[in-house]
């Protein structure tokens, strides 16, 4: 599927994303945390679709709630008493603080999941294949290797779960099978470990020539003004949170809210990948 990045070199989208994913690890302020988790949800939309982020919300919006209800119990801290539950008093403060950290969690998640779907392995490989090899090379291959890990669980699953003489009578039985089929990975995995081993040994990788890739990027103008405009946001976006967080507690009360600057120029900051999805629309509308 094309998406926002696609008609620029790769440097674009590695700026973009992973200074997108530090400043949301880094902003643990309410509006910052929103803006976060607004801009991480709006560019998977663009990047990915909205199908697959819909399906990554069904397993992430769980863990943000678990993660706002756990904060209370094991942080009992705060001066706003919200209600009791026997000895356990939970605070306004300890529920907010842990609504910050899920969404942190779910806007960090959607960040590396849209880092996937724009930073394929032969994106890596020809943007940072030179500069760490090993590092660029493990890290195309984890992104290759999760979901063909899942694909293959799957497929084994489907096989035993086909043998009807040995279907599993109890629990213990069910879980016994489980752990059959994480066995059969790991192994799996390691063949095809030592066979990837030998076909890079053979391709003549870490002989200490350079490499080439499969397809030549250019860094004209334009994805230099692209990366330059990515890097001077996110710089000024740097400072302003480090501010913004500075300025603002949890406990033992919370901070006033206020209108800041900053808000509005790290929405225009997340808001790039939106922008060039619809420069690029209005230039195919135009066309006809």
């Known amino acids: 599927m094309h998406h926002a990045f696609s008609s ?12 997108a ?14 803006l976060s ?5 709006a560019a998977s939309i663009v990047l990915r679709g909205a199908r697959r982020t819909a399906r990554s919300l069904t ?14 119990l094991f942080s009992a801290s705060g001066s706003t008493e919200l209600f009791r539950v026997g000895g356990l008093v939970v605070y306004v403060e300890s529920v907010v603080y842990g609504l910050c950290s899920g969404g942190m969690f779910a806007a960090v998640f959607l960040w590396f ?12 490989l020809a943007l940072l294949g030179n500069v760490a090899p ?14 063909q890990f899942v694909s293959r669980g799957a497929s084994v699953a489907a096989v035993q779960d086909a043998a009807s003489a040995a279907a599993p009578v109890t629990k213990r039985d069910a879980a016994q099978g489980r752990f059959r089929i994480v066995s059969v990975l790991m192994e799996w995995g390691m063949e095809d470990g030592i ?5 890079m040994r053979a391709r003549g990788y870490g002989c200490g020539a350079r490499r080439s890739t499969y397809r030549r990027y250019r860094f004209g103008s334009t994805d230099a003004a692209l990366t330059g405009l990515i890097v001077a946001l996110a710089a000024l976006n740097a400072g302003l949170i480090a501010a913004a967080c500075a300025a603002y507690e949890f406990y033992p009360v919370m901070t006033p809210l206020h209108m800041q600057a900053g808000y509005a120029a790290y ?22």
Request: proline fraction near 6%.
């Open 134 to 147: 090993t590092v660029t090379l493990m890290a195309s291959q984890v992104l290759r290797l999760v979901p």
């Open 59 to 72: 397993w992430v919006a769980p863990m943000c709630a678990i993660m706002a209800c756990a904060n209370p």
């Open 37 to 41: 988790l607004a801009g991480a949800l």
């Open 113 to 124: 999941a849209s880092y996937a779907r724009c930073m394929t392995s032969e994106n890596s």
């Open 8 to 19: 620029y070199h790769p440097a674009a989208a590695f700026s973009f994303i992973v200074s």
């Open 267 to 288: 929405a225009a900051f997340l808001a790039i990948p939106i922008v060039l999805q619809a420069k690029e629309w209005w230039q195919w509308r135009s066309l006809k």
């Open 195 to 199: 066979g990837r081993t030998d076909a």
């Open 21 to 34: 994913a530090l400043l949301s690890m880094a902003a643990m302020h309410p509006v910052y945390v929103a």
